[in-house]
């Protein structure tokens, strides 16, 4: 995988340049910590029996033989846990936005297969699950609610209180009727309908917990595979009814997240409520099984986009009606966070004029929760009629693109959807990845090609990302800096990082805010207890609002430094310089004190302080970011070649020009670049949540959702644009686009390369099977005309 800049910076300056991640050697050495490493004395072990059936009335359980078994501690059903929550609403939405129904085992009705009905705790993980298999439920079936495309129409209801199945819906500032004239008078309309597939995150490491009550003190601790450890800690505490600072939480090492790990979801109440009944910790960790029938679903929804066109394929208005699948407990409720694909669907490009209108269905499926870039299908619907625009205008897909969208020395400006777009760079990202793919020599290969038989395509993905702010909850960051008597640094921070490298970045970041060497500073993240309150990583936010939370506190550290060490030279502070933890008088070799003899001074010697500045050398500070969101984009190029005959789809060239602003370390921008592209190539070829018609998944091993590998992805080229937004540093966030802007990207180059025949995507994923009955449909209506 290859970049094309970002390769160094000043030598007296670590951002910016590719150092070496703290934690390669820890991880990849097997030493790491995840939460299924966590010991305690006495430790329990967790097991849930969880429903066969997408839905039914249960009628009784018995837990008898159950408790019976040599080892069983205990056996959980919805009457023990679920009267003894307090409080249960995320920091994310707030104590009084509406949600969705969301108990910790359930109670009259089972709404999913592998809905938790029941939790054993036995003395290891093997005597657990022996015990559930012998929990006796009885059940009657209901008619499930499988496909949310036709609940909204059903008689059936996934709740009773909720008849139609309608979660909640919202639009923009138009309706579809007040652009009806736009449309009407059009030289050209264009409608495209896609459907996408549920799939999920599907991290490395599924949901863990460990949660040990220490019954005299009141005290709750626990160990949990999460994105946000403080968002942990409070929610424990609202659910117990407990104060929040008898509560802490500790996240070491966590095997990936991509949103599904920032909030807790169902079983881990289970797990903290049961820690205050049980005399040990207790332990759960979620099998593949588990993860893949119960841990939640993504990306499954559906949307009809239409675009208006002057003669010259100009946009004059654009719409979209979306409906998205909530599943039976979506994590959280999807209604306020799914107005983003409304509000983005506009995209990089000039749109005077846009409607939209979401809806959110319940249906007998796992709940929906946040997947990588959410809002991720506004960019497939817009992405896909583009290219279909194209085709049907006769131009090619590039040039229509050229002809709309946005470049750098146009914004600021705001969207048809009232978005307000700047410090970003569209059409410049769109240029650099089209000549690094050497775009008309594709296009003369393309067609030599199929004179010989072979069918290649290309396909483009443009995007704009929101990243580092957009809510109050995510708007603020804290940072405790101490330099320690020797001289070396700790940086405490929230934390949640979950391979997005934020150990590295922070180290970096906190190197050259304080003049120091990289190797004096340590990073201590993930605890509640020391670290300072913060939202964790999710919304591309960690990089841009930790660079001003360690900037609001280093600052004020390093006048002190300079002070300590000018008062000791004799000199003026500014005749001092402060370098790779060295402070030393400018013209003079003479002169010159290390980290290590400033803070001794600073704690041992305060007679030696300059006059009213303070023993020792620690600092804490928070940003507040200004910004309601800061904008980075990107332009993903995808080529392939399809086989007529097998289906087959082999991806040729990746190409991805992007915008994050100045890079705090490309190494680690490049990373987070690679692996979102490889999530999107496999929601659009491979993986996929499926269920049959009575709601039975029917993937729930690797053997059946199928992942992408290094066999299938080619190698991916980055290409950097740098535009510096308006925060500390100019930095912006990156953990999202990847995963954004890869699987339309990839849907354009196979309709390119089956263009010849016809062939329009309207459903996901693109299976060799769909492919060849796409073909063998376009050839059937090809005879039928």
């Not at 007296?12 to 030493?31: H, I, M, N, S």
């Not at 979401?358 to 990588?372: K, P, Q």
């Not at 993240?525 to 309150?533: C, E, L, M, N, S």
Request: with cysteine.
């Amino acid at each position: 995988m290859t970049s094309t800049n970002g390769e160094a910076a000043l030598s007296d300056r670590y951002v910016g340049t590719r150092a070496q991640r703290v934690e390669d050697l820890r991880l990849l050495t097997g030493t790491g910590t995840y939460v299924d490493d966590i010991t305690r004395p006495g430790m329990l072990h967790a097991c849930f029996v969880r429903s066969p059936m997408a839905r039914a009335r249960i009628t009784g359980i018995d837990v008898s033989e159950a408790l019976s078994l040599d080892g069983v501690h205990a056996v959980y059903v919805a009457r023990d846990l679920n009267p003894d929550v307090r409080e249960q609403w995320y920091g994310l939405h707030g104590r009084d936005t509406p949600d969705t129904p969301r108990p910790p085992l359930a109670e009259d009705e089972v709404r999913f297969v592998g809905d938790p009905v029941a939790m054993v705790v036995a003395v290891d993980r093997y005597v657990a699950e022996d015990a559930a298999e012998l929990v006796v439920v009885d059940y009657d079936p209901l008619p499930p609610v499988v496909d949310y495309a036709t609940a909204l129409d059903s008689t059936e209801s996934v709740y009773a209180d909720c008849p139609g199945n309608l979660v909640g819906q919202l639009a923009g500032r138009q309706t579809m009727a007040d652009l009806a004239p736009a449309f009407d008078s059009a030289p050209h309309v264009v409608t495209s309908t896609v459907y996408q597939q549920s799939h999920g995150p599907v991290p490395m490491e599924t949901r863990g917990l460990v949660a040990e009550w220490v019954a005299p003190g009141g005290e709750m601790t626990v160990w949990a595979s999460t994105q946000s450890p403080h968002e942990v800690r409070s929610f424990c505490a609202r659910l117990l009814g407990i104060p929040e600072h008898r509560v802490r939480v500790l996240m070491r090492d966590t095997g990936g997240g991509f949103g599904q790990k920032v909030l807790p979801q169902r079983e881990d109440m289970c797990v903290m409520l049961a820690a205050v009944k049980l005399p040990a910790a207790v332990k759960w960790i979620e099998d593949r099984q588990e993860h893949m029938l119960a841990a939640g679903q993504a990306r499954h929804e559906h949307g009809e986009a239409r675009m208006a066109f002057d003669a010259d394929g100009r946009i004059l208005a654009a719409t979209l009606d979306h409906v998205q699948d909530a599943g039976a407990y979506p994590t959280p409720s999807p209604v306020k966070s799914g107005i983003a694909v409304g509000m983005l669907f506009p995209g990089p490009y000039r749109i005077p004029q846009g409607a939209f209108s979401s809806r959110f269905v319940f249906s007998n499926t796992s709940g929906r929760v946040a997947y990588r870039g959410p809002w991720q299908f506004e960019s497939m619907a817009r992405e896909v009629l583009l290219d279909t625009a194209a085709r049907q205008l006769g131009l090619d897909p590039v040039e229509l693109r050229r002809r709309n969208m946005l470049s750098g020395d146009e914004l600021p400006t705001v969207n048809c959807n009232g978005m307000p777009y700047d410090h970003m760079s569209p059409r410049e990202t769109f240029e650099q990845a089209l000549e690094m793919l050497d775009y008309d020599a594709f296009r003369r290969e393309q067609e030599r090609a199929r004179g010989e038989g072979r069918y290649l395509g290309v396909g483009t993905c443009s995007y704009v990302e929101p990243t580092a702010g957009g809510s109050p909850f995510h708007g603020t960051e804290g940072a405790t800096i101490r330099i320690e008597p020797s001289g070396k640094v700790n940086v405490y921070v929230s934390g949640g990082s979950a391979g997005n490298s934020l150990e590295t970045t922070v180290i970096q970041l906190t190197a050259d805010a304080l003049g120091a060497a990289i190797e004096d500073v340590s990073s201590i993240q993930g605890d509640t207890a020391v670290t300072p309150f913060g939202s964790g990583t999710g919304g591309s936010r960690s990089g841009a609002m930790t660079a001003g939370a360690i900037a609001e506190t280093a600052a004020g550290l390093r006048e002190r430094i300079l002070a300590i060490a000018a008062h000791h030279f004799q000199v003026p502070v500014d005749d001092v310089e402060f370098v790779r933890s060295r402070a030393v008088v400018r013209g003079r070799s003479d002169a010159g004190l290390s980290l290590a003899e400033i803070a001794d001074i600073a704690y041992f010697q305060t007679h030696a302080l300059p006059p009213g500045l303070p023993a020792g050398l620690e600092a804490s500070g928070r940003y507040r970011t200004p910004h309601p969101m800061i904008w980075a984009n990107a332009t993903h190029v995808c080529t392939c070649e399809v086989d007529l005959v097998t289906g087959e789809v082999k991806l040729l060239r990746y190409v991805v020009s992007e915008d994050c602003g100045p890079m705090i370390n490309p190494s680690v921008v490049e990373g987070q670049v690679f692996g979102g592209t490889v999530q999107g190539i496999g929601g659009a070829l491979y993986e996929h949540l499926a269920y049959d018609d009575d709601g039975n998944p029917v993937s729930t091993t690797f053997m059946d959702y199928l992942l992408p590998t290094a066999t299938e992805v080619p190698v991916i080229e980055v290409g950097h644009v740098e535009t510096p937004g308006p925060g500390p540093g100019g930095h912006k966030g990156v953990g999202e686009g990847g995963a954004i802007g890869s699987a339309p990207a990839v849907v354009n180059a196979v309709a390119d390369a089956l263009s010849p025949f016809g062939v329009e995507i309207g459903r996901l994923p693109l299976a060799p099977a769909s492919i060849v009955a796409l073909l063998d449909e376009a050839r059937l209506g090809e005879t039928t005309r």
